[in-house]
């Protein structure tokens, strides 16, 4: 069983930026692969970005591509999502998820952290 927990959010003005980082606990996060989602109010959740379990491997949702960045520290068990530029239309809760491959499916999946950002 893997923990995830979330945190870093906040409200921001639009161009601002934040970091957020998602912490496991039950195993170490080595062997898997890290992604963020997000649902903004009224919408359904979607794929922001993805790690690969070397770290290599990165994808992202063509709306932040350029302006978000997700990286990963295995020795702290911590995955980052480094958000610039941040829009009005980035607010959103966002979500870290897990999966181990070759498996597709995102097993475990934290609660959550608000990211609000004002115009």
């Known amino acids: 069983q893997v923990q995830l927990v979330e945190s870093g959010g906040g409200l921001v003005q639009a161009g601002d930026s934040l970091r957020l980082s998602c912490t496991a606990a039950?195993?170490?996060?080595?062997?898997?692969?890290m992604a963020w989602f997000r649902q903004a109010p009224g919408k359904e959740r979607e794929f922001v970005a993805t790690v690969g379990w070397n770290g290599y491997g990165t994808n992202y949702a063509a709306s932040v591509k350029g302006r978000f960045t997700i990286s990963r520290d295995d020795a702290r068990n911590t995955v980052y999502l480094q958000l610039n530029s941040l829009k009005p239309e980035d607010t959103a809760v966002y979500y870290c998820?897990?999966?181990?491959?070759?498996?597709?499916?995102?097993?475990?999946w934290g609660q959550g952290t608000q990211v609000t950002v004002s115009s």
């Open positions: 039950g195993r170490t996060l080595g062997s898997y692969t």
């Open positions: 998820a897990a999966r181990l491959p070759p498996g597709r499916e995102y097993m475990y």
